[in-house]
Nanobody, 120 residues
Framework: QVQLVESGGGLVQPGGSLALSCAAS????????VAWYRQAPGKERELVAR???????DYADSVKGRFTISRDNDQVTVYLTMRGLKPEDTAAYYC??????????????WGQGTQVTVSS
């Protein structure tokens, strides 16, 4: 079983910064992709940023130049550094990972989410 635990959400003023982390644990053999999604009230969940096993990244147009996704060398902790936050970044942020367990079965796991609120 694989678990993802997010942390780092909170309240920040417009223009401020915040860093989220996603720690994966369990019987993980390999992680193919880790992504951050967000969902604002009344809106669909949207992809924010993604990092694949080779290290390539991609971002939603709305966050390019402001958000950075990165990971530890162990590749089981992924970060989302957010700068220049705007009120429209307010949402619940979710970590999502796909990969293989130690018994070589694929996993597709979501974290529980962490709230980010950008407000003065």
């Amino acid at each position: 079983q694989v678990q993802l635990v997010e942390s780092g959400g909170g309240l920040v003023q417009p223009g401020g910064s915040l860093a989220l982390s996603c720690a994966a644990s369990g019987n993980i053999f390999s992680i193919k992709t880790v992504a951050w999604y967000r969902q604002a009230p009344g809106k669909e969940r949207e992809l924010v940023a993604r990092i694949i096993s080779g290290g390539d990244t991609d971002y939603a147009d709305s966050v390019k130049g402001r958000f950075t996704i990165s990971r530890d060398n162990d590749q089981v902790t992924v970060y989302l550094t957010m700068r220049g936050l705007k009120p429209e970044d307010t949402a619940a942020y979710y970590c999502h990972a796909v990969g293989f367990t130690t018994n070589l079965r694929p996993f597709d796991q979501w974290g529980q989410g962490t709230q980010v609120t950008v407000s003065s």
